[in-house]
């Protein structure tokens, strides 16, 4: 099966009223391209990070009222689970596709990632492209770019990471959902393995 990126209407499903009709467009029509991403991207993953890359693909299992506003597939160093652990994802809101590096709340490598952070501001600055956003919380499909992030709002993000036990921080790509790269599987594929490479140095960072 070759992969042939993502449509219109794969956006279009987040508008689908209640969670069963929802999950139903999710499960048949998005998730077998997170699941297809997954395998191809692993070994590419592994190799750039020393170690073996896991994919794992949303279940939204523990939604019973309210349907998912996002879903993706993350890559992570073990093999059970990803949440854990620095990792990486490509996902989905209704208006956009994600590329990022991810540490979400259950993490204590946030100490760590925080720390690095807060000593290397002006490398991370020259190493990630302005455009990348930053965010503080992964399930808000806004953010901030790089670009307009002041010192002191690095700064603000370190301490948050280390202080605040639901603090998390994901940074990366963001490709709008009438992007026609999106529709372009071949062409998508370059752009996510050029944007984990770019990410490399955040995920070092965080161990």
Known sequence: MTFTGFTKDDFELFHIPGLEPRMDALISRVRPKLTELGSELAPMLSAICGEEMFPHVAKHARRTVHPPNDTWVAWGPNKRGYKALPHFQVGMFHSHL???FAIIYESANKVVFAEALS???PDIR?????????S???LDPR???????TDGQFAELSRKLKEVKKA???CGLRIDKDDPLLQNGEALLNVIQETFETLLPLYRMSF
């Open 98 to 100: 994600f590329i990022v």
């Open 119 to 121: 000593g290397h501001i």
């Open 126 to 134: 020259k190493q990630l492209p302005g455009s990348f956003f930053w």
């Open 136 to 138: 503080t919380d992964h």
């Open 143 to 149: 953010g901030i770019q790089q670009a307009d992030i």
């Open 168 to 170: 998390e921080v994901t």
